[in-house]
């Protein structure tokens, strides 16, 4: 695993060859690359090149001022991307829990550059902001910040999925989580997150397990009739709790395409 630094943004990655296609993945809210980290040891590993970003204001990349809201940072990652990749036709996108609005994002700006995107339990109903909401119902945030960290704690004391959230949680600055709360709940409204990725046109998959995902989420997946990839007994983050069977799933998946 090697290390890169553009824009202000902390990237792992490998780089096998760079003529062949690689693998975007972003995090989710408070949330970093940390949560990716099996994929270094996953087939996808020998066969694309991988690209695990620190978000702004999340693990080791800092605040950037000029991209505040999450839909400037979309602008951001899609800038990125397009650069590095000058070379190659086509890219894949991996997206977690809110960062998936960014990689909604990044597809509608890349547009026919993009190959899949794979959507991991990301944001397509108003019910799925459980933990990006949280920040409205602040005055301050020192207060969420302090209220979310104790929240978290707590899980992370009998589920070893938090305790790995937990440990991004305390690298995430205080500015980076208030940002994405608040200016991400807009995209939420009337579901227009769920309905901008339905309307994506590349090939694309939302990934789910039965154990959080909220039953209007579940119902919108069905009635949309969103191409969908169901985990029976897996919780919201798939790639901790379920990295060998995800990866090998994506690998397969990209393969076919």
Not at 140 to 167: G, H, L, P, W
Not at 212 to 224: A, G, S, Y
């Amino acid at each position: 695993m090697n290390i890169q630094i553009q824009s202000k943004l902390f990237i792992r990655t490998n780089q096998i060859k760079q003529e062949r296609q690689s693998i975007w993945f972003l995090h989710g809210f408070a949330d970093s690359g940390l949560a990716y980290k099996e994929v270094f040891d996953s087939p996808l590993n020998e066969d694309f090149n991988i690209y695990v970003i620190d978000l702004p204001g999340f693990g080791v990349s800092p605040i950037n001022s000029d991209y505040v809201s999450i839909k400037e940072q979309a602008n951001l990652i899609s800038n990125i991307v397009e650069k590095e990749t000058s070379n190659q036709n086509k890219v894949n996108l991996v997206a977690h829990s809110l960062g998936a609005l960014i990689g909604t994002w990044t597809c509608q700006n890349l547009r026919e550059k993009v190959n899949y995107y794979f959507n991991i339990e990301g944001n397509l109903t108003e019910a799925d902001s459980y933990f990006s909401s949280k920040p409205t119902k602040f005055e301050s945030e020192a207060e969420f910040v302090e209220s979310f960290n104790k929240e978290i704690f707590e899980r992370a004391k009998s589920e070893e999925r938090y305790k790995r959230y937990y440990c991004s949680l305390r690298l995430a600055e205080p500015d980076g989580m208030w940002n994405w709360g608040l200016t991400s709940q807009e995209h939420t409204i009337g579901n227009k997150c769920g309905i901008e990725f339905k309307e994506l046109a590349c090939k694309k998959v939302y990934i789910w397990g039965d154990v959080d995902t909220p039953k209007e989420t579940q119902k919108f997946i069905k009635e949309n009739e969103i191409p969908n990839r169901l985990y029976k007994g897996i919780g919201h983050w798939h790639m901790v709790e379920n990295h060998t069977q995800l990866y090998n799933d994506i690998n397969e998946k990209l393969k076919s395409a």
